[in-house]
């Protein structure tokens, strides 16, 4: 496995260290899981999406300029990383 080196505050580090610690992981895996939840693909409305998510579909108004993709990567990196 290819190795890489990134910066950050000191403060970032120990925060990493220490989340990874509680779960039982390490923070180059924790890292590994953040990226590839960034590169999964979105989920898309297809045939098998029911009628009323089809409906429900842009009644609601996201906040601030984000896109989804930003937001479900927001929530997949809070999911992982508390």
């Not at 990134?6 to 895996?29: C, H, K």
């Not at 601030?64 to 990567?73: T, V």
Request: aromatic residues 0%; charged residues 20%; negative net charge.
């Amino acid at each position: 496995m290819t190795q890489i080196t990134i910066q950050a505050d000191p403060d970032l580090v120990q925060l990493a260290n220490s989340l990874a610690q509680a779960r039982g992981t390490t923070v180059s895996e924790m890292v590994h899981q953040i990226i590839r939840a960034l590169a999964a693909p979105l989920p898309s409305v297809t045939e098998e999406t029911s009628p009323l998510t089809c409906k429900a579909t842009g009644l609601l108004r996201l906040p601030g300029e984000k896109s989804d993709r930003d937001l479900i990567a927001e929530a997949v990196a809070e999911k992982h990383l508390k």
